[in-house]
């Protein structure tokens, strides 16, 4: 594999599982150094083992976004272990209650708007003085298409996803004369665990659901859209900056992801059961 990260630094949250786990491997195969952080501990350092045994420098750390402490000692941790930070990924995030605005409970939505945009600006934040320092680095966060337009539930995701390209942007213009660039990765479906309290909504046809929101008629793979985190990160893409870049297999094209009649009949069929029975719409992640 090419080598476009020989002699780089990455850093990437949330790079236990799924799209961060997949991200952190593909960086260190194209020859970054990469440090692996997320909450659980156990699972970083895993992820850290695999790219440990092909050979690439990495280490883990358990790291909470929300807490400002803790982000800032891993940054700066991994500037004492490797010297530089080229490329951040702030990938941590959790998932909604799978229900509109009036039924969302307060708890989901401070959760979530602490870990999907209050967490990035923590990592921003630590990130910004090693970068300007060096007056070269990619700042890249993870949004959605959730952010691009609204769905029928989940609307603290979605507030969360567009502050997110919001804060992208908003480094782009700022810092952008100091040789700092910024993206927001915002995938369409993917198919990981983080959508099981999607399909705990929707119930059981919801991957043949999800499949067809995408002209190409698939969900991506995490792999999908590591290839694309490398493009954005790497010197290939100098000139891209301050934009939200979909890789959604094509949803945005037409109707707005998750719109459609039979998805939006399903949502409100299986919350108004669950409602009904006692039961919460979905699950609050850790």
């Known amino acids: 594999m090419e080598q476009r990260f020989a002699g780089k630094t990455a850093l990437i949250t949330g790079a236990a599982s ?15 150094r990469v440090a692996v952080l997320d909450i659980n501990g156990e699972a970083a350092a895993a992820v850290a083992g695999k790219i440990r045994g092909t050979g690439s420098d990495t280490f883990s750390l358990a790291m909470d976004v929300t807490k400002s402490e803790q982000v800032v000692e891993a940054f700066a941790e991994t500037e004492r272990r490797f ?16 229900t509109p605005v009036g ?5 989901s939505w401070r ?21 300007r320092r060096q007056r070269k680095g990619v700042i890249l966060a993870t949004s959605s298409v959730a ?20 804060l992208i942007r908003h480094i782009a213009q700022v810092y952008g004369p100091e040789g700092i660039r910024s993206v927001a990765i915002c995938p369409g479906w993917v198919d990981t665990p983080f959508l099981e309290p999607v399909y705990d909504a929707f119930g059981f046809p919801s991957r043949r659901i999800l ?26 893409a100098s000139f891209i900056s301050g934009i939200a870049f979909p890789i959604d297999g ?7 992801i998750a719109r459609g009649p039979l998805v939006k009949s399903y949502l409100t069929v299986r919350a108004g059961l669950r409602r009904l029975r006692g039961k919460p719409t979905a699950k609050l992640m850790p």
């Open 18 to 32: 799924g799209i961060g786990a997949a991200c952190a491997q593909r960086l260190a195969a194209e020859g970054a």
């Open 83 to 98: 010297g530089r930070l080229d490329v951040m990924l702030a990938n941590a995030g959790v998932t909604p209650c799978i």
């Open 103 to 107: 039924d969302c409970p307060e708890e």
């Open 111 to 131: 959760r979530v708007l602490d870990v999907n945009l209050t967490g990035v600006f923590l990592c921003v934040k630590a990130a910004l003085p090693i970068m």
């Open 147 to 166: 952010g691009l337009t609204s769905t029928p539930a989940g609307i603290e995701y979605n507030v969360s996803k567009t502050g997110v390209i919001m």
């Open 211 to 236: 499949r067809s929101q995408a002209p190409l008629g698939r969900m991506a793979t995490p792999d999908d859209i590591a290839a694309a985190v490398a493009f954005v990160a790497s010197d290939e």
């Open 250 to 256: 094509g949803a945005l094209a037409g109707s707005p």
